[in-house]
């Protein structure tokens, strides 16, 4: 075979390797959050509904085993949803596993600070905080993604 033959067969490697399927970062993401190991959309709604109970629990000033029964509800959910992760957008998986890990230092706050108000409050605060950047998490996935995904009490998500 000429060295001619080899660098035709070579270059031809080469574009074939370059046409690859490649799919939009609005496709791949649309696949991340529909995929059933990661339902991200009802991961984020889980963590809001926990996010309120534990509101709840702590407003209405339900006994300690209560608050601490649904801070460890938030605290599970939140550690979980840390398995969703990588996401397709690097800038989104910072945002998530920031807003996770806020989430599971709320809960595990939470979960220490029942009988003592302030450490409740600060537990609360924290809990907001991480709410907050789920709940721009969730509008960068909608960004990203081109879609709404509908979830209940995020502003402009529905």
Do not use: K
Not at 61 to 86: K, Y
Not at 118 to 140: D, M, P
């Amino acid at each position: 075979m000429s060295i001619r033959a080899v660098l035709c067969v070579a270059l031809a490697g080469l574009l074939l390797a370059a046409c690859g399927t490649t799919i939009s970062p609005a496709t791949a993401m649309r696949r991340w959050a529909a995929n059933s190991d990661t339902a991200f959309a009802a991961a984020a709604t889980t963590l809001l509904s926990d996010s309120q109970h534990v509101r709840a629990a702590i407003d209405n000033h339900q006994p300690p085993s209560t608050i601490r029964t649904v801070c460890e509800i938030l605290l599970g959910h939140a550690q979980a949803a840390n398995n969703f992760l990588p996401t397709p957008d690097p800038q989104l998986t910072g945002q998530l596993s920031n807003a996770y890990d806020r989430l599971v230092q709320a809960a595990d706050h939470c979960y220490d600070g029942v009988g003592d108000p302030a450490r409740l409050a600060s537990a609360e605060a924290e809990q907001r905080t991480a709410i907050g950047l789920l709940v721009g998490a969730v509008l960068r996935e909608e960004f990203v993604s081109g879609r709404s995904l509908g979830i209940a009490g995020i502003p402009g998500a529905s």
